[in-house]
């Protein structure tokens, strides 16, 4: 590294300190840090001309060596696109792609040059405020979209000014966090570790990741900052990381309050010794890794190592060749159209009683458009939009009265004050609205600050006296259409039903009014499939499609519901499986599942080969059908259960997806096909590795059913 041996300890410990920015005028002890070089990064300063003054100052000495600008750009920047979870819907690699890189230029555009995302993390607990940051509950999902993320934000060359260096986070199993109250223990076995939780992180790399953020929780004991195994062995010895590693928001300090360190300057030998290269937020690098080097508790070389991964993410920035030019801002218009599109493509039409959606413009000459999220700007873009622009959003109800006519009369009322209001003051104007109109549209949910980072909740049904607005609407008898804006699932059992139709958007973003709008009129169609499970109930968390079949699996046939048990009944004697009496065993709405406006069917499964052969490739084929009126596109998605292993595998796991559109009336064939890869899984010695034997195939458009076949490996 050319600036290494120039650079004197001092300096080389400001590389790995990344310290928190000012909004507005630059604090006296900010520029003086940053021009004696004790700094190397900045987050959350957004301001083009302040960031320009704090570059501008970090060169100012001899070899002086510009900045790393951080910031949360999490699903857009001024335009704000749907939440990741919501994006997960729409399945798509390219879509998720291009809302990054939108966002990216949007940020590069205000002087950022890093981005702390995408996160990781396995999202299977919808209690966990976080999920609302995830890419949802598959490994192989989460892999492909975390990658098509990182590609977004870091494009082909980090050297283009429009891009940002990404950062996979958390590194590792926060996702895991127990109970789903954030910042939680996460006791999770290396085998599931390597098994689940890592994948997503190595597709990140491949994709070349920048950084990386070691994540708050202690894995098995060992918090994350200070965890060896995970960032030493795994990260850069396995898996030949070569960037850096970044701590969370002062996780070094929090080492003590783990109860790992005795002292600051415990907690900093043992992050860097770990692994960790860069402190975010917290000062115990500044303060005592120079003492810690010259003491020979941490050796010249680790500390070197440490500046060097800094160095060399700023070298493909190209920071080190001097301040990179100020990309234009894009088009609000660019922004608009893809956050329209993204919002629309990433919709999950839950259910759709006698097809009461789409909505005719001819039949539908009023519409009651109801609820606490029906016109709320901010609520509707979700967590994390520090810096989102209001002004380029558009609620449901705003565009929705860009089509009223004499023929086409909007009555809105939000019914309560927000999601969690209990007063049912205003019920009944509402109610009284709804009775007058053609069709319902109830638009609930949860305000953006009810998911997010600590923001966990235990019961994950409506908050609020929401339920009770949606039951007094559809008591009306006027057909009642519910709008779920929400940063995660919720536990609709019992309340779904009072609509003829569910349509989830989670926190669509900006254009949530036009996409709505064209949604609910069919001018697009829903294209999204659930990245998660929606639990009936709050108390059968977690429960996602790929468990364990256990040794006693349930089955429809093997509980009987709790309101069904004889008085009196033996202890053994409705039989023993795993399930709740009172919840049963199947989730609400399973994982790829969501409708669509036409009938696409799926028949003639197809395997070219019984038996897959070392070297071979077994191709799997499927017709599609699209018996409706009118074209659309279906997720076809391929699962595989290995039937006997050396150990227990999940009844179903995701292998691969396409999304294909068909033209009213169309007929295609869809092909896949897997190989030995597809089929391996970490073994009893935790080594990736596949075992010959019999496997069930099934095709279809959600976790829960689909065309059914066997094939064994060789
Ligand atoms: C979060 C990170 C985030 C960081 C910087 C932390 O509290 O866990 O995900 O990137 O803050 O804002």
Redesign the pocket.
């Known amino acids: 590294m050319p600036h290494l041996e120039l650079m004197s300890l001092e300096e080389k410990i400001g590389q790995l300190c990344l310290v928190n920015g000012a909004e507005g005028e630059i604090p006296s002890w900010l520029a003086e840090d940053v021009a004696a070089g004790r700094v190397g990064g900045v987050?959350?300063e957004v301001d083009p001309a302040v960031a320009e003054r704090l570059q501008r100052l970090a060169l100012s000495r001899p070899a002086g060596i510009p900045l790393l600008m951080?910031?949360?750009v999490i699903h857009g920047f001024h335009t704000i696109f749907p939440i990741p979870l919501g994006q997960a819907c729409s399945w798509d690699e390219t879509l998720v792609e291009a809302c990054a890189a939108h966002a990216a230029e949007e940020a590069a555009a205000c002087g950022l040059n890093w981005t702390?995302?995408p996160?990781l993390d396995l999202g299977r607990d919808p209690r966990w405020g976080?999920v609302a940051?995830s890419l949802g509950e598959d490994p192989l999902l989460v892999s492909r979209l975390g990658a098509a993320m990182v590609r977004g934000f870091q494009g082909g060359d980090l050297r283009d000014p429009r891009r940002l260096a990404a950062?996979a986070?958390?590194f590792a199993g926060y996702g895991a966090s127990e109970g789903g109250r954030d910042y939680n223990s996460c006791p999770i076995p290396e085998i599931d570790l390597r098994q689940l939780h890592f994948p997503p992180f190595q597709a990140a790399l491949m994709a070349g990741v920048a950084t990386v953020?070691a994540?708050?929780c202690d894995v098995a004991g060992v918090p994350a900052s200070a965890n060896a195994f995970l960032l030493d062995q795994v990260l850069r010895r396995e898996w030949g990381f070569r960037g850096f590693v970044v701590s969370?928001?002062e996780s070094v300090d929090q080492l003590k309050l783990h109860g790992v360190a005795a002292d600051d300057r415990d907690a900093a030998l043992q992050a860097a010794s770990a692994g960790l290269d860069m402190e975010?937020?917290g000062s115990t690098f500044r303060r005592h890794l120079a003492l810690l080097v010259q003491e020979g508790h941490l050796s010249m070389e680790r500390l070197d190592a440490m500046v060097s991964a800094v160095l060399g993410v700023k070298r493909d920035l190209g920071l080190l060749e001097g301040l990179r030019p100020l990309p234009a801002t894009p088009s609000p218009a660019s922004g608009a159209q893809l956050a329209h599109r993204a919002a629309c493509q990433c919709a999950v039409l839950l259910r759709n009683e006698d097809q009461c959606l789409p909505l005719s413009r001819k039949r539908v000459r009023s519409l009651a458009l109801l609820g606490p999220m029906a016109h709320d700007v901010a609520e509707q873009l979700g967590t994390w939009v520090f810096d989102g622009d209001t002004r380029l959003g558009i609620t449901p109800l705003e565009a929705l009265r860009q089509w009223e006519d004499a023929d086409f009369q909007i009555l809105h009322h939000p019914g309560l004050c927000s999601t969690r209001d209990l007063d049912l003051g205003q019920l009944d104007e509402a109610v009284a609205l709804a009775a007058q109109a053609d069709v319902a549209v109830v638009v609930l949910g949860e305000e953006a600050i009810l998911s997010g980072?600590?923001h966990c909740r235990a019961d994950i049904r409506l908050p609020g006296a929401q339920e009770e607005l949606l039951r007094r609407v559809s008591q009306t008898g006027t057909p009642t259409i519910l709008v779920l804006m929400a940063g995660r699932p919720l536990a609709l059992e019992g309340v779904h039903e009072l609509a003829q139709a569910t349509l989830c958007m989670f926190h669509p973003g900006s254009q949530a009014g036009t996409a709505l709008r064209d949604l609910l009129f069919g001018i697009e169609e829903p294209g999204g499939r659930l990245p998660i499970s929606f639990p009936r109930q709050s108390g059968q968390i977690p429960i996602h499609y790929s468990q364990k079949s256990t040794g006693r699996p349930a089955d429809t046939s093997s509980f009987t519901p709790m309101a069904n048990i004889p008085q009196g009944a033996k202890q053994h004697s409705l039989g023993n499986t795993s399930h709740y009496l009172d919840a049963g065993f199947t989730p609400l709405y399973p994982f790829g599942h969501g409708l669509g406006y036409s009938f696409i069917q799926l028949k003639d499964l197809r395997l070219d080969h019984q038996t897959l052969r070392p070297g071979q490739r077994l191709g799997v084929s499927v017709t599609l059908r699209n018996t409706g009126a009118r074209a659309g596109t279906e997720l076809v998605q391929v699962y595989v259960r290995d039937l006997v292993a050396s150990v227990s595998r999940p009844v179903k796991e995701l292998k691969a997806y396409r999304r294909v559109h068909l033209e009213a009336g169309a007929v295609c064939d869809v092909h896949f096909d897997l190989g030995e890869e597809d089929l391996r899984f970490v073994g009893r010695d935790l080594r990736w590795m596949s075992e010959a034997g019999h496997f069930r195939i099934w095709v279809g458009t959600n976790s829960a059913d689909g065309l059914e076949a066997c094939f064994s490996l060789e």
């Open positions: 987050l959350n951080g910031r949360d702390f995302a996160m976080r940051e950062c986070k958390h953020m994540s708050f969370d928001w975010m937020a980072e600590a």
